[in-house]
């Protein structure tokens, strides 16, 4: 089985990579914007595959890819995730993970996707298991320098500023220590202090806004955002419940969380706006979107918006899709495109799609900011 995959995955690429060398003898590529990647599962199309990690920030095994792929890729859904929906609106060749071998071919023209599975803005979340975005950014610099010895500063800042760099970023600092600390009532109830929260909400602005501030001295200004889900009504939440879990089953300290993100990530992104020039940006709302969706499922043509389609347990909560983590049983439903959730924190390649046609084309609801369409086009 190992091999057929392996050699599935290199036909894929292989296929890709024609399709880029195509593209460039046919277009004027410096007049396309490129595309960079930063962030978290939401984004990751496979880096994790070739880090020393455990099963839990991997993705590589059935039934992970089934729908699209028919195979395994890296990427945590029954198929494709919205990087991939967003450069099929955007009419370029999938981007590699950054680790794979031949990305290389694609920095100079299409753009590189550094995304890892569990990263969070704080270099402590999951610490050792997976790229923190610290280390993304440090990959970007490196492109930064192939650019610049291949084209020059003028053009390779020429290519930068027209490039979009795509964030989602966040989630797995809020989540991570309620799947990491201990189950006394102490412990809870000290980091689901209100006191305790805000402050972690502002370090986690912090350091992303760090990372924005240090991509725009490298030329950047076209940016785009996910804000963060409703996390407690993740499957994977839900199954704590904790006292202070609400009557809807969702964990209400975690949904708050997110909720206190948003709200920082919305007034962090305006201030932006105003200091930093020629600073664009597009910020989808993430959260209300799939809130809709949890809450009238069958209003958006799905049959079931709290259970996930593969895992074990309680709204199959367990994040044990796949049999290779610590919990070996797991469930998969027979037709995921009647789920919302995947597995126990991801979505199902159909959510992704309709959130990522949101993201291209849907009016701003913000003023100030822009859809992706837009932002790829603007100059």
Same mark, same amino acid.
Not at 21 to 26: F, G, K, L, T
């Given at each position: 089985?190992?091999?057929?995959?392996?050699l599935?995955?290199?036909?894929?690429?292989?296929?890709?990579?024609?399709?880029?060398?195509?593209?460039?003898?046919?277009?004027?590529?410096?007049s396309?914007?490129?595309? @960079?990647?930063?962030?978290?599962? @939401?984004?990751?199309?496979?880096?994790?595959?070739?880090?020393?990690?455990?099963?839990?920030?991997q993705?590589?095994?059935?039934?992970?890819?089934?729908?699209?792929?028919?195979?395994?890729?890296?990427? @945590?859904?029954?198929?494709?995730?919205?990087?991939? @929906?967003?450069?099929?609106?955007?009419?370029v060749?999938?981007?590699?993970?950054?680790?794979?071998?031949?990305?290389?071919?694609?920095?100079?023209?299409?753009?590189?996707?550094?995304?890892?599975?569990?990263?969070?803005?704080?270099?402590?979340?999951?610490?050792?298991?997976?790229?923190s975005?610290?280390?993304?950014?440090?990959y970007?610099?490196?492109?930064?320098?192939?650019?610049?010895?291949?084209?020059?500063?003028?053009?390779?800042?020429?290519?930068?500023?027209?490039?979009?760099y795509?964030?989602?970023?966040g989630?797995?600092?809020?989540?991570?220590?309620?799947?990491?600390?201990?189950?006394?009532t102490?412990?809870?109830?000290?980091?689901?202090?209100?006191?305790?929260?805000?402050?972690?909400?502002?370090v986690?602005?912090?350091?992303?806004?760090?990372?924005?501030?240090?991509?725009?001295q490298?030329?950047?200004?076209?940016?785009?955002?996910?804000?963060?889900?409703?996390?407690?009504?993740?499957?994977?939440?839900?199954?704590?419940?904790?006292?202070?879990?609400?009557?809807?089953g969702c964990l209400?300290?975690a949904?708050?969380?997110?909720?206190?993100?948003?709200?920082?990530?919305?007034?962090?992104?305006?201030?932006?706006a105003r200091?930093?020039?020629?600073?664009?940006?597009?910020?989808?709302?993430?959260?209300?979107?799939?809130?809709?969706?949890?809450?009238?499922?069958?209003?958006?043509?799905?049959k079931?918006?709290?259970?996930?389609?593969?895992?074990?347990?309680?709204f199959?909560?367990?994040?044990?899709?796949?049999?290779?983590?610590p919990?070996?049983?797991?469930q998969?439903?027979?037709?995921?495109?009647?789920?919302?959730?995947?597995?126990s924190?991801?979505?199902?390649?159909?959510?992704?799609?309709?959130?990522?046609?949101?993201?291209?084309?849907?009016?701003?609801?913000?003023?100030?900011?822009?859809?992706l369409?837009?932002?790829?086009?603007?100059?």
């Open positions: 089985m190992a091999p057929l995959l392996l599935l995955l290199l036909l894929c690429n292989c296929a890709s990579l024609s399709a880029v060398e195509v593209e460039s003898r046919n277009n004027n590529s410096s396309r914007s490129m595309l @960079f990647l930063f962030g978290d599962s @939401f984004f990751d199309v496979g880096n994790n595959n070739y880090i020393n990690t455990t099963t839990l920030d993705s590589n095994f059935p039934p992970y890819g089934r729908t699209h792929f028919h195979f395994p890729t890296g990427r @945590f859904s029954d198929g494709r995730i919205i990087p991939d @929906f967003i450069m099929e609106f955007a009419k060749p999938l981007i590699p993970p950054y680790l794979n071998p031949s990305s290389y071919r694609y920095y100079y023209d299409i753009g590189a996707n550094f995304a890892s599975a569990g990263a969070g803005a704080l270099l402590q979340t999951f610490q050792g298991s997976v790229i975005l610290g280390s993304q950014l440090r970007h610099k490196r492109v930064v320098k192939r650019l610049k010895k291949r084209y020059g500063n003028r053009e390779a800042s020429n290519r930068l500023s027209k490039a979009v795509l964030f989602s970023i989630t797995n600092d809020y989540i991570s220590p309620y799947l990491i600390i201990s189950n006394s102490t412990h809870h109830s000290n980091f689901n202090s209100h006191r305790h929260q805000q402050q972690l909400v502002q986690v602005i912090g350091n992303l806004t760090a990372s924005i501030k240090e991509l725009h490298r030329g950047a200004r076209k940016f785009g955002f996910l804000n963060l889900g409703p996390l407690g009504c993740f499957p994977g939440l839900r199954v704590i419940q904790p006292p202070n879990a609400t009557t809807t209400q300290s949904s708050l969380l997110a909720t206190l993100h948003n709200l920082a990530l919305t007034n962090t992104l305006n201030r932006l200091q930093l020039h020629g600073f664009k940006y597009s910020l989808y709302d993430f959260n209300h979107s799939l809130q809709r969706r949890l809450k009238h499922p069958s209003r958006y043509g799905f079931q918006g709290k259970t996930a389609c593969c895992g074990t347990g309680r199959r909560g367990t994040f044990s899709c796949g049999g290779k983590r919990v070996k049983e797991y998969v439903c027979g037709n995921p495109q009647e789920y919302v959730f995947w597995d924190y991801h979505l199902t390649e159909r959510v992704y799609r309709e959130m990522a046609q949101q993201m291209w084309n849907q009016q701003p609801t913000t003023p100030g900011t822009s859809n369409k837009t932002l790829f086009h603007s100059i």
